[in-house]
């Protein structure tokens, strides 16, 4: 089992077992108002926005190539891309299922925590898809 990420012909792999934590947010666009005397009202746009914040220690190969597909080939939160997870993670369009993705932080960090290993976080949102849920990647 592993997690890609994929955009125009080049992939970065990471293992899961490297995986420490992974935490999926759905967040709901709305607009919630409360009246002087007291009513509320909920504007609600139709969208759900879907983040996936992951932590995980990598290799020093791992880590590299993560970082120069967030730099070169996505520039940063500039080009979503394809991410497929484990197949036992729900990223919301069932287990194992990819989504179309983009970094959604200003940097790449990286720690040096031991001899080999590097923890890194990573910030996710989806594309917005049909129905509340995260877009498909494209066919």
Request: glycine share 8%.
């Amino acid at each position: 089992m592993s997690m890609t990420f994929v955009y125009s012909g080049t992939t970065a792999t990471l293992p899961s077992s490297l995986y420490r934590n992974t935490n999926v947010r759905s967040v709901r666009a709305q607009n919630k108002l409360v009246a002087e005397d007291g009513t509320s009202y909920v504007y609600d746009h139709e969208i759900t926005e879907w983040y996936y914040e992951i932590s995980m220690r990598c290799t020093y190969v791992e880590a590299v190539a993560l970082r120069a597909f967030f730099i070169t080939t996505t520039k940063g939160a500039k080009i979503p891309f394809t991410f497929t997870p484990d197949s036992n993670l729900d990223l919301g369009l069932g287990k194992g299922h990819a989504v179309m993705a983009q970094f959604w932080q200003d940097d790449f960090p990286e720690i040096y925590e031991a001899p080999g290993r590097f923890p890194v976080k990573l910030l996710l949102r989806a594309g917005i898809g049909t129905a509340g849920y995260p877009e498909h990647p494209p066919a």
